[in-house]
């Protein structure tokens, strides 16, 4: 009987409490980790309804708006060649923008496609002015 109620917790468990369907590669974690704290300081809230994974695909990254869960892959053969830590970040946040509704722009901004990249690494207040913009 006591092992009755305990199935019957466990099932409702996974029916009713909504756990957010968050799930990181954890080559990207200090990135992703990043832009969150990022928002978090500008007091903007973005969902963790997504998945962040490594793959083969033809460019860096790419953004996947599913109906399910929105899926965002980085290169593969980008995250196993390079050591530059704000390349990737740079990468990361564009594609986060996207999951964030922005799209392409030709401004002073991470979704001016790879137009600012090299601002961003070698530019601490460039790349302040860029983040700000992500999150304006
Ligand atoms: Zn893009």
Redesign the pocket.
């Known amino acids: 009987m006591r092992l009755f109620f305990w199935i019957l917790f466990i099932a409702a468990s996974c029916t009713f409490i909504d756990d957010p369907h968050f799930e990181v590669d954890v080559r990207l974690k200090i990135s992703v980790d990043e832009f969150y704290r990022q928002a978090e300081i500008r007091g903007v809230n973005v969902s963790r309804e997504l998945i962040v994974r490594v793959g083969d695909i033809n460019s860096v990254?790419l953004?996947k708006p599913r109906k399910g869960l929105p899926v965002i892959i980085i290169s593969r053969s980008f995250v196993e060649s390079s050591t530059d830590s704000l390349a990737l970040q740079y990468i990361v946040f564009?594609?986060m923008?996207?999951f964030m509704g922005r799209k392409?722009n030709t401004d002073f901004s991470i979704?001016n496609?790879n137009k600012y990249a090299g601002e961003y690494r070698s530019d601490f207040e460039k790349r302040v002015q860029l983040i700000d913009e992500l999150f304006k």
């Open positions: 990254g953004f564009h594609e923008g996207h392409h979704m496609p």
